[in-house]
């Protein structure tokens, strides 16, 4: 059984398209999206648009919720001056050009999804099983504590993503928690590309593969501008170093990135 | 370093309750016994409402004890080199707490005190904590030499979880800093920090509300430009809020009667986004419901983590600037 799980979009239907092109390579049997379809990127409809069409199923995110309720702000989870600076005008910019039957639909979509695959209790959430806007990074999650959570929420294999970072650990008893990264912006690192996850499970046995997504990224830095959308996002989709939003990363990740 | 107390807002997301743990018992709990009248003490209303523990994701380690190397006017706790309240804890006492930590799933760890680097064991007991979780250490950055800075830049690189040096100003510059820390505080600190620079660790410089305009949009700016000029080129600023307990009562003023919480103002539910629904803190005399409380005997909730899993009444002045200011002491 080979799975495909789709982190944070932030409105880049390019990336998106390209990795929904890239699965249908690759014999997925099931693709799932994980919340944010929007934030960040130009024209956030056109997310919804591609995902609807193509009949992928998936949870809300933060984003989803706050624009479903018609919330003021993305409920991101920031803490930092700066850092809601930014997240404010993401959000106000996708609040105001999403039309109101997407944000209806995204009232429809499930916080979580469960499944069985491989003989393996799937839980699909957004930030964390207890909280949508929760920060699962790898530098903060320690072994014992994702442990609880699978116990706490039967779980044996919860995906999320939320945080922007892709990870997977291998838990006691075979069990596993994979933040499945985002298509939305790029890791962090200094390259354009950003990532989707390809689980394979049988029989109880979990292969976890993170796949780069190259797109045509300056075409998407391009529209930003042309929707004034601020040069800092611009930077991060040409640079694929994180310009914003970084006062949430613990040392670790900080300590990785540019900035 | 009790004057590091965050004022982020927590954020509130509705969280779903954590299994097994339901918000009707809370009122099953016998109402505190009365106590005096003092600024952070309890009062035996039964009316204050109760937090549940949803799960033990924070671990305080008052490290140092009380005993600190200065004596801010503002620290809540009254640290300074004769206090004694609360001992320097050992290697071998923080480690057996890790071990029960473990069991219950905790997910990160806070080092304060007193001046956690007044301890011997704080490397060691770094290297243990780094085993198994995050972890972050309160300072007033006085004693931070080359060679501790080095260390902690190793431990940080050994580690596949997260390091944080939390270092505390009071100002701009050494005059404001000097005023609530003492004469001379801030040249050392001003060395602890290039010391920390040179071994490539980015400290998390925290700034409490005592330093004038700070909390403005243009103070965090002039703010980061001072904490660039220390060598880091990506300054780390978190400004804090103060409670009106230990010396910080006798600099401004104590909390009035009526700064309590009722479970009017305060449901069961909605104290669930509270620290104390979250965390323990471990000191040398047993484990307090958290980091703010710790002079406060009925706080005190057992020997062990295992005893202190239940519910605690939000009965104190503290507890009401907790919820008000929607303090977390966490980074
Ligand atoms: S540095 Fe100041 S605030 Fe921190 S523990 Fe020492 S006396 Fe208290
Ligand atoms: S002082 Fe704050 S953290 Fe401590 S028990 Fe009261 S509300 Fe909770
Ligand atoms: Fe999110």
Request: charged share 25%; aromatic share 8%.
């Amino acid at each position: 059984m080979r799975l495909a799980f789709l982190g944070g979009i932030y409105s880049n239907y390019h990336a998106l398209a390209a990795a929904l092109d890239d699965i249908t390579r690759r014999n997925v049997d099931a693709t799932y999206f994980l919340g944010d379809l929007g934030a960040f990127g130009p024209h956030p409809d056109r997310v919804p648009e591609l995902l609807i069409v193509r009949g992928i199923p998936g949870i809300q995110g933060n984003y989803e919720e706050s624009l479903s309720t018609r919330a003021d702000d993305c409920h991101c989870g920031y803490t930092d001056p700066r850092d809601n600076h930014y997240a404010q005008i993401s959000y106000d910019y996708t609040f105001a050009n999403t039309r109101d039957a997407y944000k209806d639909w995204m009232a429809t979509l499930p916080r979580e999804i469960r499944f069985t695959a491989g003989g393996l209790r799937f839980l699909l959430v957004h930030g964390s099983p207890r909280t949508i806007n929760e920060f699962l990074w790898r530098s903060t999650s320690p072994d014992v504590f994702l442990e609880k959570l699978c116990n706490d929420y039967d779980a044996d294999v919860i995906v999320c993503t939320h945080t922007g970072l892709h990870w997977h650990k291998s838990l006691s008893e075979g069990r596993h928690v994979l933040n499945a990264g985002v298509l939305g912006r790029p890791a962090n690192d200094g390259r354009a590309n950003v990532w989707y996850t390809l689980v394979d499970v049988n029989e109880r046995i979990v292969d976890v593969t993170f796949v780069p997504v190259h797109y045509d990224h300056a075409l998407l830095a391009n529209e930003m501008r042309a929707e004034n959308l601020p040069e800092q996002f611009v930077e991060t989709i040409l640079t694929g170093w994180w310009t914003t939003c970084l006062e949430i990363l613990p040392s670790k990740e900080r300590t990785a990135g540019r900035w | 370093m009790p004057s590091h107390l965050d004022p982020v807002p927590v954020p509130v997301p509705a969280p779903a309750p954590a299994p097994g743990v339901g918000a009707s018992e809370a009122t099953a709990f016998p109402p505190a016994p009365g106590a005096g009248a003092g600024a952070g003490t309890g009062t035996g209303n039964k009316r204050h409402p109760h937090v549940q523990l949803r799960a033990l994701d924070t671990l305080w380690f008052q490290v140092a004890g009380t005993i600190c190397n200065i004596e801010c006017t503002h620290c809540f706790i009254s640290c300074s080199p004769r206090n004694h309240s609360h001992e320097m804890m050992s290697l071998a006492d923080v480690q057996r707490s890790l071990d029960d930590a473990r069991g219950l799933g905790v997910r990160e760890y806070y080092f304060t005190g007193g001046e956690p680097f007044m301890n011997r064991d704080m490397l060691a007991i770094l290297e243990a904590t780094l085993k198994q979780g995050p972890a972050t250490v309160l300072t007033n950055g006085m004693l931070l030499r080359p060679d501790v800075c080095r260390r902690l830049r190793e431990l940080f690189d050994a580690s596949e979880y997260s390091l944080d040096i939390r270092v505390s100003l009071d100002g701009f510059d050494a005059e404001s800093h000097d005023a609530i820390r003492g004469k001379g505080v801030w040249d050392r600190v001003m060395i602890g920090l290039r010391n920390l620079a040179d071994a490539g660790v980015n400290p998390v410089i925290t700034v409490t509300t005592a330093a004038e305009g700070v909390a403005s949009e243009e103070g965090r700016a002039r703010f980061l430009d001072v904490i660039r000029g220390f060598g880091f080129d990506r300054p780390r600023l978190k400004v804090l809020s103060l409670f009106r307990i230990g010396a910080e009562e006798n600099r401004t003023r104590a909390y009035e009667e009526w700064e309590r919480l009722n479970a009017e103002s305060l449901s069961d539910e909605e104290a669930s986004v509270l620290q104390c629904s979250s965390c323990r803190m471990v000191t040398s005399k047993g484990v307090y419901v958290c980091p703010i409380l710790i002079e406060e005997p009925e706080a005190r909730m057992g020997a062990t983590l295992g005893e202190t899993l239940r519910p605690f009444q939000l009965r104190y002045g503290a507890c009401h600037t907790c919820w008000v200011d929607g303090v977390t002491c966490r980074t």
